[in-house]
Protein backbone atom coordinates (compact mmCIF):
# COMPACT_ATOMS: atom_id res chain seq x y z
CA UNK A 1 0.00 0.00 0.00
CA UNK A 2 1.53 3.29 -1.16
CA UNK A 3 0.83 6.50 0.55
CA UNK A 4 -1.42 8.44 -1.09
CA UNK A 5 -0.15 11.84 -2.58
CA UNK A 6 -3.55 13.47 -2.08
CA UNK A 7 -3.99 12.96 1.76
CA UNK A 8 -6.29 10.33 1.40
CA UNK A 9 -7.44 9.20 4.56
CA UNK A 10 -9.52 6.11 3.06
CA UNK A 11 -8.60 4.99 -0.16
CA UNK A 12 -9.29 2.30 -2.39
CA UNK A 13 -6.08 0.95 -4.30
CA UNK A 14 -5.99 -1.29 -7.68
CA UNK A 15 -2.40 -2.15 -8.93
CA UNK A 16 -2.70 -3.98 -12.15
CA UNK A 17 -6.72 -4.64 -13.05
CA UNK A 18 -7.72 -6.17 -16.12
CA UNK A 19 -11.32 -7.20 -16.20
CA UNK A 20 -12.55 -9.13 -19.43
CA UNK A 21 -15.82 -10.23 -20.75
CA UNK A 22 -17.14 -11.64 -24.09
CA UNK A 23 -13.58 -11.20 -25.38
CA UNK A 24 -13.37 -7.40 -24.94
CA UNK A 25 -11.78 -5.67 -21.85
CA UNK A 26 -13.75 -3.83 -20.03
CA UNK A 27 -11.46 -2.27 -17.69
CA UNK A 28 -7.38 -1.71 -17.82
CA UNK A 29 -6.30 -0.21 -14.46
CA UNK A 30 -2.88 0.10 -14.37
CA UNK A 31 -3.11 1.60 -10.65
CA UNK A 32 -5.21 4.24 -8.98
CA UNK A 33 -6.31 5.32 -5.28
CA UNK A 34 -9.68 6.55 -5.37
CA UNK A 35 -10.28 8.00 -2.26
CA UNK A 36 -13.23 6.97 0.12
CA UNK A 37 -13.13 9.88 2.72
CA UNK A 38 -14.97 11.95 0.67
CA UNK A 39 -18.11 11.36 -1.53
CA UNK A 40 -16.57 10.16 -5.33
CA UNK A 41 -18.51 10.20 -8.20
CA UNK A 42 -17.60 7.99 -11.27
CA UNK A 43 -18.25 9.81 -14.27
CA UNK A 44 -18.01 8.36 -18.02
CA UNK A 45 -19.39 7.74 -21.35
CA UNK A 46 -22.12 4.46 -21.75
CA UNK A 47 -20.30 1.31 -21.40
CA UNK A 48 -16.81 3.18 -19.95
CA UNK A 49 -16.83 0.37 -17.53
CA UNK A 50 -18.51 2.59 -14.93
CA UNK A 51 -20.72 -0.20 -13.06
CA UNK A 52 -18.49 -2.61 -13.83
CA UNK A 53 -15.98 -0.65 -11.65
CA UNK A 54 -18.85 -0.23 -9.15
CA UNK A 55 -18.96 -4.44 -8.77
CA UNK A 56 -15.15 -4.57 -8.76
CA UNK A 57 -15.28 -2.11 -5.36
CA UNK A 58 -17.63 -4.59 -4.13
CA UNK A 59 -16.19 -7.72 -4.47
CA UNK A 60 -19.33 -9.28 -6.76
CA UNK A 61 -17.13 -9.88 -9.03
CA UNK A 62 -13.72 -10.23 -9.32
CA UNK A 63 -10.71 -9.03 -11.74
CA UNK A 64 -8.98 -11.14 -14.29
CA UNK A 65 -5.84 -10.27 -13.02
CA UNK A 66 -4.34 -7.67 -10.53
CA UNK A 67 -5.48 -6.59 -7.04
CA UNK A 68 -7.60 -4.28 -5.00
CA UNK A 69 -7.33 -3.37 -1.54
CA UNK A 70 -8.57 -0.97 0.87
CA UNK A 71 -6.43 1.41 2.65
CA UNK A 72 -8.84 0.08 6.08
CA UNK A 73 -8.29 -3.47 5.12
CA UNK A 74 -11.39 -5.68 4.91
CA UNK A 75 -14.64 -3.73 5.00
CA UNK A 76 -18.15 -4.01 4.95
CA UNK A 77 -19.51 -2.99 1.57
CA UNK A 78 -23.34 -2.49 -0.02
CA UNK A 79 -23.97 -2.16 -3.90
CA UNK A 80 -27.42 -1.10 -4.69
CA UNK A 81 -27.45 -0.71 -8.47
CA UNK A 82 -30.12 0.79 -10.67
CA UNK A 83 -32.36 -1.86 -11.17
CA UNK A 84 -32.81 -3.40 -7.87
CA UNK A 85 -35.87 -6.36 -7.87
CA UNK A 86 -38.49 -6.56 -5.08
CA UNK A 87 -40.49 -9.48 -4.16
CA UNK A 88 -44.31 -9.60 -4.02
CA UNK A 89 -44.69 -8.36 -0.69
CA UNK A 90 -44.96 -4.66 1.48
CA UNK A 91 -42.56 -2.66 1.45
CA UNK A 92 -41.47 -2.94 5.01
CA UNK A 93 -41.21 -7.07 4.44
CA UNK A 94 -38.35 -6.01 1.47
CA UNK A 95 -36.79 -3.67 3.42
CA UNK A 96 -36.46 -6.28 6.48
CA UNK A 97 -35.31 -9.05 4.06
CA UNK A 98 -31.31 -7.85 5.19
CA UNK A 99 -32.43 -9.66 8.40
CA UNK A 100 -31.65 -12.97 6.34
CA UNK A 101 -27.92 -11.75 6.42
CA UNK A 102 -27.98 -10.13 9.84
CA UNK A 103 -30.26 -11.51 12.29
CA UNK A 104 -29.46 -9.01 14.95
CA UNK A 105 -31.41 -6.08 13.23
CA UNK A 106 -34.38 -5.30 15.39
CA UNK A 107 -37.74 -4.35 14.26
CA UNK A 108 -37.31 -0.63 15.77
CA UNK A 109 -34.47 0.09 13.37
CA UNK A 110 -36.29 -1.85 10.49
CA UNK A 111 -39.37 1.38 11.32
CA UNK A 112 -36.48 3.96 12.24
CA UNK A 113 -35.27 3.17 8.75
CA UNK A 114 -38.41 3.63 7.29
CA UNK A 115 -39.81 6.54 8.70
CA UNK A 116 -35.87 8.08 7.50
CA UNK A 117 -36.48 7.37 4.11
CA UNK A 118 -40.00 8.72 4.30
CA UNK A 119 -41.81 5.82 3.22
CA UNK A 120 -43.61 4.60 6.60
CA UNK A 121 -46.70 5.65 5.35
CA UNK A 122 -46.18 3.02 2.29
CA UNK A 123 -45.06 0.20 4.72
CA UNK A 124 -47.29 -2.62 3.85
CA UNK A 125 -47.82 -1.21 0.72
CA UNK A 126 -46.99 -3.79 -2.08
CA UNK A 127 -43.25 -2.93 -2.66
CA UNK A 128 -44.00 -3.85 -6.48
CA UNK A 129 -46.40 -1.36 -7.09
CA UNK A 130 -44.59 1.10 -5.45
CA UNK A 131 -43.13 4.06 -7.89
CA UNK A 132 -39.52 3.68 -9.19
CA UNK A 133 -38.48 6.63 -6.61
CA UNK A 134 -40.16 4.83 -3.76
CA UNK A 135 -38.50 1.62 -4.70
CA UNK A 136 -35.42 3.04 -4.46
CA UNK A 137 -35.56 4.68 -1.12
CA UNK A 138 -36.32 1.35 -0.59
CA UNK A 139 -33.22 0.14 -1.63
CA UNK A 140 -31.28 2.41 -0.12
CA UNK A 141 -33.07 2.06 3.56
CA UNK A 142 -31.90 -1.69 2.97
CA UNK A 143 -28.18 -0.40 2.72
CA UNK A 144 -28.49 1.71 5.69
CA UNK A 145 -29.88 -0.93 7.78
CA UNK A 146 -26.61 -3.18 6.86
CA UNK A 147 -24.35 -0.41 8.27
CA UNK A 148 -21.55 -0.58 5.48
CA UNK A 149 -18.18 0.68 5.76
CA UNK A 150 -18.70 1.73 2.13
CA UNK A 151 -21.86 2.20 0.02
CA UNK A 152 -21.64 1.83 -3.87
CA UNK A 153 -24.54 3.41 -5.80
CA UNK A 154 -25.01 3.28 -9.78
CA UNK A 155 -27.11 5.50 -11.64
CA UNK A 156 -29.14 6.42 -8.00
CA UNK A 157 -31.57 8.92 -9.59
CA UNK A 158 -32.01 7.45 -12.77
CA UNK A 159 -35.25 8.24 -14.29
CA UNK A 160 -36.41 10.14 -11.71
CA UNK A 161 -38.49 13.59 -11.31
CA UNK A 162 -36.57 16.78 -9.87
CA UNK A 163 -37.92 16.13 -6.28
CA UNK A 164 -37.29 12.60 -5.71
CA UNK A 165 -34.00 13.26 -7.02
CA UNK A 166 -33.78 15.64 -4.09
CA UNK A 167 -35.35 13.38 -1.75
CA UNK A 168 -32.90 10.35 -3.00
CA UNK A 169 -29.79 12.57 -2.88
CA UNK A 170 -30.39 13.72 0.83
CA UNK A 171 -30.40 10.13 1.60
CA UNK A 172 -27.16 9.51 -0.35
CA UNK A 173 -25.75 12.93 2.34
CA UNK A 174 -27.41 10.72 5.13
CA UNK A 175 -25.01 7.81 4.41
CA UNK A 176 -21.85 10.25 5.42
CA UNK A 177 -23.68 11.45 8.31
CA UNK A 178 -23.92 7.81 9.47
CA UNK A 179 -20.12 6.53 8.64
CA UNK A 180 -20.60 4.88 5.50
CA UNK A 181 -18.54 6.38 2.87
CA UNK A 182 -19.63 6.93 -0.66
CA UNK A 183 -18.80 6.26 -4.65
CA UNK A 184 -21.80 6.46 -6.88
CA UNK A 185 -21.69 6.62 -10.69
CA UNK A 186 -24.59 9.19 -12.54
CA UNK A 187 -24.96 11.06 -15.71
CA UNK A 188 -26.37 14.16 -14.31
CA UNK A 189 -23.68 16.39 -14.46
CA UNK A 190 -25.30 19.22 -11.93
CA UNK A 191 -26.17 15.90 -9.45
CA UNK A 192 -22.51 15.45 -9.33
CA UNK A 193 -21.69 18.95 -8.63
CA UNK A 194 -23.86 19.03 -5.96
CA UNK A 195 -22.81 15.53 -4.19
CA UNK A 196 -19.87 14.80 -5.07
CA UNK A 197 -16.11 16.12 -3.76
CA UNK A 198 -13.71 13.92 -5.79
CA UNK A 199 -14.39 12.68 -9.37
CA UNK A 200 -12.86 9.61 -11.15
CA UNK A 201 -12.93 9.91 -14.87
CA UNK A 202 -13.51 6.68 -16.50
CA UNK A 203 -13.38 6.21 -20.89
CA UNK A 204 -13.05 3.51 -22.66
CA UNK A 205 -12.37 0.94 -19.70
CA UNK A 206 -9.13 3.18 -18.24
CA UNK A 207 -9.23 6.18 -15.36
CA UNK A 208 -8.09 8.83 -17.68
CA UNK A 209 -8.52 11.45 -15.17
CA UNK A 210 -9.64 12.06 -11.36
CA UNK A 211 -9.34 15.06 -8.68
CA UNK A 212 -11.31 17.39 -6.85
CA UNK A 213 -14.90 18.06 -7.89
CA UNK A 214 -14.55 21.79 -8.68
CA UNK A 215 -10.99 22.07 -10.52
CA UNK A 216 -12.13 18.75 -13.13
CA UNK A 217 -15.16 20.65 -14.02
CA UNK A 218 -13.24 24.32 -14.53
CA UNK A 219 -10.18 22.85 -15.74
CA UNK A 220 -10.08 19.40 -16.66
CA UNK A 221 -6.70 18.38 -18.06
CA UNK A 222 -7.23 15.96 -20.67
CA UNK A 223 -8.38 15.82 -23.78
CA UNK A 224 -10.92 12.93 -23.04
CA UNK A 225 -12.48 14.97 -19.99
CA UNK A 226 -12.64 18.06 -21.91
CA UNK A 227 -14.95 16.09 -24.73
CA UNK A 228 -16.93 14.61 -22.60
CA UNK A 229 -18.11 17.82 -20.45
CA UNK A 230 -18.89 19.57 -23.84
CA UNK A 231 -21.01 16.53 -24.94
CA UNK A 232 -22.90 16.06 -21.88
CA UNK A 233 -23.00 19.78 -20.84
CA UNK A 234 -25.08 20.72 -24.19
CA UNK A 235 -27.30 17.63 -23.99
CA UNK A 236 -28.24 18.92 -20.43
Keep these: ?15 DV ?4 DG ?3 LDIAHALIP ?13 GKTTLLKLLDGLIKPDSGSITHSSGPIKSSLVLHHSPMIKASARVNLAMVRDADASIGSAEIDGIMEQIGLSHLANSPAHRLSAGERQKLCLGRAMLQKPNLVLLDEPTANLDPNTTEQVEEIIRQFK ?6 VFTSHQLAQVQRLAEYIVFIDQG ?6 PTGPFFSDPQTQAAKHYLQQELVSD
Design 18 to 21: IVIS
Design 36 to 48: TDRICACIGPNGA
Design 1 to 15: MVKPPENFSRFIELK
Design 24 to 26: RTI
Design 177 to 182: TQGSDV
Design 206 to 211: QIKEKG
